[in-house]
């Protein structure tokens, strides 16, 4: 035993555990598949956190979400923090400023016409009155035509949140107090000249759920990727950390924080896996031994158990970190769970022994069955390990592991250990009791009933309906869910539902084609007809924030030459009251516009606006990338229709793709259970050379099947993949049980031995399960639900059909001698 | 009176002609205390901007309320109508037949500096003032000029110089130079 702990202990520390859930995801699928996994592991959504701030007045969490900001700006983990008040930097407007004639949609020839330079010097001159000069000064005089608010209009975008004391507020239901206004960002012309931004009312939905008071809302993005789990755990810590800060330093008693994004997600899965992992490696030890003492009444039992569990854990965890390089936390788990059933193997053998009978005598006793059991179990899990999905194929190998090993110990090393501790059970079990219990039998018939019954459910509710929605593996709680979507629906964050994807083999092919899409795009969005509802409410696509070369160059093309411009300008000035020289910037800057070089998006200066572009354009294989992702989609065919026929551009449907693979495995999953169980039918005629034998093993197993799956479908609904995968556990337990019923040839003490050892496996394998069902990851508690209830009704099942009937074989052994 | 009462008054009317020759700290913290205090204000005003584009002065006319501690409204009747309202870290401009526009203080820094030194000037804000500029000041206390000089380059890019001229407990004028030429001078009539 000390042996085999040693070996466990050198195992531990060169095991890489991983518990990033995304490792499970199956590598495998079609194209589209493959490119949405990799923006779910490493894309910009991957470490962008959403805040808001909730329990005080507006102007207290105002200054507190000033606060969170400029603190977060200061942390090492943290790329940028937006709170809607500094949107654009001094720097990054200035960037913008420089090359606006470039990237404004309005710059046409018809605003560089001698009236509409007029009109716009007019309004200039309006806004150099009012007291707004000295913005006025800054950006108006030097860009009459508004080329600034116009492409800052596009870039704003689809933000639903409003501005109130100059940082972001969740929309409260109806306009404002003053009739709705726009939200500026320090720059911008106040008259509107050219084509100025227009003042949005703020009449977005409702109020938001779950919340009496105003929300402050603010976007984070972590410099640490999904896949570095601890550090986005560390940045999103020092977030709560600043926040409290900020909030203290604002007044404000009771923060109330709210967080949504991949980051926190990926933080609440790994703490849901990590307790559940704990539970159940530490509850299922205690537990176990706690019967087993009980039960044995000597420490030794442990002992022997405590040779075969830690070495078969160790070669377990050892095969699956070399076939796969890591071992994935939830497999830990599983396996921890695993303890209830390699258990059963030294219980079986020492459960068996009559007292003082060498070992090997017990193992020749119990041998056939027990290697036929071993065997067939073995052959039904191999069915897991060809699964591509990565989580199924590292239980199956895990399992299999482990059993294997297992019975190796137990058969082979046990026996003599086993003698020189003298263990044998102290009660061999009622013989008084056992005719009793075995004249149950007799009713072995009405045993059909439940199974009946079980068919018949089957059939009325439709057959087996096999879930694919992947959202039910989460582990997530609904409360963290909830508040994600209402943060996204605050601040108008896409979602990913559906986006459209354009293939190209440069940033500006992509571009250019979305170019081509976007008259068809606009017209969708506002709608046939005059008062009607687009099919979306608005679309994210990188060719509005950077337009490709050729309309650049369009743009450039219309900009006037030098001498045109300064006589247009002239001309339009003419009796205002400004200077000669008031529009030397302006033309300085047209000309620069006109003659440099064109932006390409390696160009964009600033984390905020790189991200926001890198999340819409992106290198993937080889090739560009452009999504165009709706927001508030009304009409999904609509948006799909606009799509069809233009080659290089596809219609994702990332929910629908989920379940496609899902549905890919889990029709993987059924013929692999087919294949398994086939097979083990196949052994078992070979081993017992008994086919009526066999049909009620088989038939026990059956039986137990049918009423678990019939229970389930009843309860859930439908059935998912981690129920289907454990009922395949499910069969192998029951046909542990089904095989040493069925044996031939052993007396009454030998059966009333049988039955007392069976119902202590059983108990064992319940306490362990059972604790499955009280874990947080619902893939977990989904395996324990299923395995408590098939491993109940197996060993019933187990016990009525596959047992000899009273009066025939073997039993009679017993009454003749008698 | 006292013979002690009489005695003070006499002292304090030697000593306040004495220091007015010469920048004395106390007069400062007497001036800005003294603006502090009142609760509120309103007067009217006349301003002129000279603007770097436009040849021509603008003149402008209408009243200022100033509420404590940070609210200030500027409602100007002639030549057209508007009404600017700075409060705590946000600016609105309305105009009639226009959407008001409003301006976070946060999104530029010309603003902040600006509305900081408007609402300084008329509320006896130090502290704000200090945070951008250093502040001299001159003169007695029926007549005293606050002069103020950039503190630091950000400051230095948005305004050149400011003054604000005052007696007793009113401001009478303010006048700032920003950085790019444009200059604009209120004057404050109760």
């Given at each position: 035993m000390l042996a085999s702990l040693a070996f466990a202990g050198l195992v531990a520390p060169r095991l890489r555990v991983e518990s990033d859930l995304t490792q499970l995801i199956p590598a495998g699928g079609d194209e589209a598949s493959r490119l949405m996994t990799r923006q779910i592991r490493s894309g910009v959504a991957s470490s962008l956190v959403l805040v808001g701030l909730e329990g005080a007045d507006e102007g207290r969490l105002a200054a507190?979400?000033?606060?969170?900001?400029?603190?977060?700006?200061?942390?090492?983990?943290?790329?940028?923090?937006?709170?809607?008040?500094?949107?654009?930097n001094p720097d990054t407007i200035g960037w913008l400023f420089a090359h606006r004639y470039l990237l404004a949609p309005n710059t046409t020839p018809a605003a560089f016409t001698v009236a509409a330079l007029h009109a716009d010097f007019v309004r200039l001159r309006a806004a150099l009155a009012s007291s707004a000069s000295p913005l006025a000064s800054q950006y108006g005089v030097p860009d009459p035509t508004g080329a600034l608010p116009a492409l800052l209009g596009a870039w704003r975008g689809s933000a639903a949140a409003s501005l109130r004391h100059g940082v972001w507020f969740a929309p409260e239901g109806g306009p404002g107090p003053d009739g709705g206004s726009g939200a500026e960002h320090g720059a911008g012309d106040g008259a509107g000249p050219g084509g100025g931004h227009r003042a949005e009312p703020d009449a977005r939905g409702g109020g938001h759920p779950g919340s009496d008071g105003p929300r402050a809302l603010l976007v984070v993005r972590l410099r640490a990727g999904a896949s570095d789990g601890a550090a986005q755990v560390a940045a999103l810590a020092a977030l709560r950390r600043d926040a409290d800060a900020a909030a203290s330093a604002a007044g404000v008693a009771h923060l109330r924080l709210l967080e949504g994004g991949a980051p926190v997600f990926a933080r609440a899965a790994q703490a849901s896996v990590e307790h559940d992992v704990r539970l159940l490696s530490v509850a299922s030890l205690l537990l176990v031994t706690g019967w087993l003492t009980w039960r044995f009444r000597s420490p030794w039992m442990l002992a022997a158990i405590g040779v075969t569990v830690p070495a078969s854990f160790a070669v377990a965890c050892l095969a699956v970190q070399f076939a796969f390089g890591f071992v994935h936390a939830i497999t830990l788990g599983?396996?921890?769970t695993m303890l209830g059933i390699t258990v059963d193997y030294p219980v079986l053998l020492v459960g068996h022994r009559k007292i003082g009978e060498p070992g090997p005598d017990t193992i020749r006793r119990i041998g056939r069955a027990f290697t036929l059991s071993v065997l067939t179990a073995s052959l039904g899990l191999s069915g897991m390990i060809g699964s591509s999905f990565r989580g199924i194929a590292q239980l199956g190998l895990f399992s299999v592991s482990g059993i294997l090993t297992a019975a190796a110990l137990t058969g082979w090393l046990l026996p003599r250990l086993i003698e020189r501790a003298g263990l044998a059970p102290a009660y061999a079990g009622a013989r008084g009791r056992l005719p009793r219990l075995e004249g149950l039998r007799r009713f072995r018939l009405?045993?059909?009933?439940?199974?009946?019954?079980?068919?018949?459910?089957?059939?009325?509710?439709?057959?087996?309906?096999?879930?694919?929605d992947l959202a039910a593996l989460t582990p997530v709680p609904a409360r963290l869910l909830a508040g994600d979507a209402a943060l996204r629906a605050d601040l108008g964050a896409p979602d990913v539902g559906i986006a459209a994807l354009v293939r190209a083999d440069s940033p500006d092919g992509v571009l250019?084609?979305?170019?081509?899409?976007?008259?068809?795009?606009?017209a969708l969005r506002a709608g046939g007809r005059p008062g009607a509802d687009g099919a979306f409410d608005s679309v994210e696509i990188a060719a509005r924030l950077l337009p490709d070369q050729a309309t650049q160059a369009a743009r450039q093309a219309a900009l006037p030459d030098e001498a045109t411009l300064a006589a247009r300008i002239g001309a339009a000035q003419a009796g205002l009251g400004f200077t000669p020289a008031a529009f030397d910037a302006f033309r300085q800057a047209v000309a620069a516009a006109r003659a440099g070089p064109r932006v390409s998006p390696g160009d964009l200066p600033s984390d905020l606006l790189r991200s926001r572009l890198d999340a819409l354009l992106f290198r993937a294989d080889g090739a560009w990338y452009g999504a165009v992702i709706p927001t508030g989609l009304h009409d999904a065919a609509a948006f799909r229709a606009l799509f069809a026929g233009r080659p290089g551009w596809q219609v994702l449907d990332v929910r629908a793709a989920t379940g496609r693979l899902v549905g890919f495995y889990t029709s993987q999953a059924w013929p692999a259970l087919l294949a398994g169980g086939g097979l083990a039918v196949l052994v078992l005629l070979a081993g017992t050379r008994d086919a009526w034998r066999v049909a009620r093993i088989v038939g026990a197993i059956a039986a137990t099947l049918l009423v678990t799956v019939a229970v389930l479908m009843l309860v859930h609904g439908s059935l998912s993949l981690i129920e289907l995968v454990s009922l395949q556990f499910v069969g192998g337990i029951g046909l542990d049980y089904a095989l040493f019923f069925a044996r031939t040839q052993i007396d009454a003490e030998e059966r009333a031995r049988t039955l007392r050892t069976l119902v202590t496996c059983n108990v064992m394998a319940l306490l362990t399960f059972s604790l499955l069902c009280l874990c947080r990851t619902p893939l977990l508690r989904q395996i324990g639900e299923t395995v408590c209830l098939g491993i109940l009704l197996a060993l019933g099942f187990a016990f009525l059909f596959a047992g000899p009937r009273p009066g025939t074989e073997g039993a009679g052994g017993d009454e003749a001698r008698a | 009176m006292t013979v002690r009462g009489s005695a003070l008054a006499a002292l304090a009317l030697l000593v306040v002609p004495a220091g007015a020759s010469r920048a004395d700290p106390g007069v400062l913290d007497q001036i800005m205390a003294r603006l502090a205090a009142a609760p509120s204000r309103e007067t009217r005003f006349v301003a002129d901007k000279h603007v770097a584009a436009l040849a021509q002065p603008v003149h402008s006319a209408g009243r200022m309320l100033y509420r404590k501690p940070d609210h200030l409204e500027q409602i100007t009747q002639t030549p057209q109508p508007e009404r600017l309202v700075i409060d705590g870290g946000s600016v609105s401009i309305s105009s009639p037949g226009q959407p008001t526009r409003r301006l976070g203080l946060d999104d530029s820094p010309a603003l902040r500096i600006l509305a900081d030194t408007l609402l300084g000037a008329v509320s006896g804000n130090r502290a704000a003032l200090a945070r951008h500029f250093r502040i001299a000041e001159q003169g007695p206390l029926q007549a005293w000029r606050i002069t103020l000089t950039p503190a630091g380059n950000v400051t230095a890019q948005v305004v050149r110089i400011a003054y604000i001229d005052g007696d007793g407990a009113e401001v009478r004028?303010?006048?700032?130079?920003q950085a790019n030429g444009d200059e604009t001078r209120i004057t404050l009539q109760p």
């Open positions: 507190t979400s000033r606060g969170l900001q400029a603190r977060l700006q200061r942390e090492p983990g943290i790329m940028f923090a937006q709170n809607g008040s500094t949107l654009l599983f396996g921890a009405w045993g059909l009933l439940p199974p009946a019954l079980a068919l018949a459910v089957l059939a009325g509710l439709g057959g087996v309906r096999l879930d694919r250019a084609r979305e170019t081509a899409l976007l008259p068809a795009l606009d | 004028q303010i006048d700032i130079v």
